[in-house]
């Protein structure tokens, strides 16, 4: 089959391990003479690896620009998308006249939620026939998972660049980005350990850690005098953990401080030797393309994205800095709401003692706290796995029982 006789492929990638899967794809269809265009949407998305990936090999690719200015090229080709990607991406790919082939890793899924489902798209196939499924939509002669209309729900409503992030993210709140530059792969081939804070935590001798890279978040500072050391980097996400623990997180010692640039106006000069990054709320937001949709930055000192989770945080600065072996402890991924908690809608107030922390105080009584939402915590954690696994590193799950069956189980007691 000659170039000709096709109308080629626009292959869309939203994060590492899908710009690798689709240079791989693209070489394939490009050694057919078939027309073949690598895209990213970083421009919208931010940076999550893809160009990086792609300059790095050396590969011509369009961005989202060239998409929006050259749409009729792209019409009538077949478009090849991976989950996740975002609500932008959708509705572009929704509204073409060409077929939308989008490919799922059955061996690591990423479960996504209803509340911002991808477009429907005309064949669904698994990573691991994806190939062989371009060869038969080639020859006419399609086996394929499950088929559906990608005219479905088709919108001729895009959003812009401004929209996405003029409302996800405070621009106007400049990161320390030459502080931040500064630890970029740093502790390249180095191995981390982040402290989680569930009642699991008190099974592990902390001790044994004094010597190694450690991240700890939020209300650690009630294990401070136990653990006997101060951790390495100590990051905090939460709103409420913040303002209703200012004083013990500004006075809590740690050897690099991190925190979004909303806080820095709340810390009124208190923790200049802090280090403010710029945090992406997307996730959060109903009216975001972003909503519910997992994104790993690769790119910490430009933003950091938020993920249901201050881990998810911890495991995009850990990449960032280089770290190639990552271990999680005090992960239980398990919580309930006491009959005794307010509830007013995601915020939680407490009236008792904590039992989801490894310290009764922690969320205890008078203290908010918002519903965890562990199905979306598992999105963002799907993803960063499969991140760090593109790029040939690892994330364990170092905790002493729990719940957390994302990452491969190791034993603690034998790391340290």
């Known amino acids: 089959m000659h170039s000709g006789e096709h109308d080629g492929f626009a292959l869309f990638a939203f994060n590492s391990k899908q710009a690798k899967l689709m240079a791989e794809l693209a070489a394939n269809l490009a050694a057919k003479e078939l027309p073949t265009t690598l895209i990213s949407f970083e421009t919208m998305t931010g940076d999550q690896g893809v160009e990086n990936l792609w300059d790095k090999m050396g590969l011509t690719y ?5 998409f929006m200015l050259h749409g009729e090229k792209f019409d009538r080709q077949t478009k090849i998308v991976m989950q996740p990607y975002d609500g932008i991406t959708s509705k572009l790919i929704a509204n073409g006249k060409g077929r939308v082939i989008e490919i799922n890793d059955l061996e690591a899924p990423i479960e996504l939620p209803d509340d911002n489902k991808p477009a ?25 998972v499950e088929e559906r209309s990608q005219k479905e729900g088709a919108s ?30 740093r502790y390249k081939g180095e191995r981390c350990f982040i402290i989680g804070n569930g009642p699991s935590l008190n099974k592990h001798d902390l001790t044994k850690l004094r ?6 978040v939020n209300g650690i500072f009630y294990k401070k ?16 953990v913040m ?21 820095r106006k709340l810390t009124d000069g208190r923790a200049n030797d802090a280090n403010f990054f710029l945090m992406n709320r997307g996730f959060y937001e109903r009216t975001s393309p972003f909503f519910c949709i997992p994104r790993f930055s690769t790119d910490a000192a430009r933003r950091v994205f938020c993920g249901q989770s201050v881990t998810h945080i911890n495991l995009q600065l850990a990449y960032y800095f280089g770290f190639s072996k990552v271990y999680l402890i005090g992960m239980d991924f398990s919580y309930s709401i006491p009959k005794s908690a307010i509830v007013k809608g995601d915020l939680i107030i407490s009236t008792e003692d904590d039992v989801n922390h490894f310290h009764s105080s922690y969320f205890g009584a008078g203290k908010s706290w918002k519903d965890p939402k562990l199905h979306r915590v598992k999105q963002n954690y799907q993803v960063a796995r499969d991140v760090f696994t593109a790029d040939g590193r690892e994330i364990f799950n170092a905790s002493i029982g729990g719940k957390l069956d994302v990452f491969r189980r190791v034993n603690y007691d034998k790391l340290v």
Do not use: C, W
């Open 62 to 66: 369009t961005t989202y620009n060239g």
């Open 243 to 263: 303002k209703e623990n200012l004083d013990a997180i500004i006075n809590y010692s740690a050897q690099n401080k991190f925190f979004p640039t909303i806080y």
């Open 156 to 185: 001729s409503e895009l959003l812009t660049a401004p929209y996405a992030f003029t409302n996800d993210e405070p621009l106007h709140l400049t990161p320390d980005a030459e502080k931040l530059i500064a630890f970029k792969d």
């Open 211 to 216: 010597n190694e890279y450690t991240f700890a």
């Open 225 to 240: 005098d136990e653990m006997g050391f101060d951790p390495t980097f100590y990051i905090v996400e939460d709103s409420s």
């Open 120 to 144: 429907n798209p005309d064949i669904r196939v698994d990573i691991s026939s994806a190939l062989g499924t371009l060869n038969h939509i080639l020859s006419d002669s399609i086996h394929v």
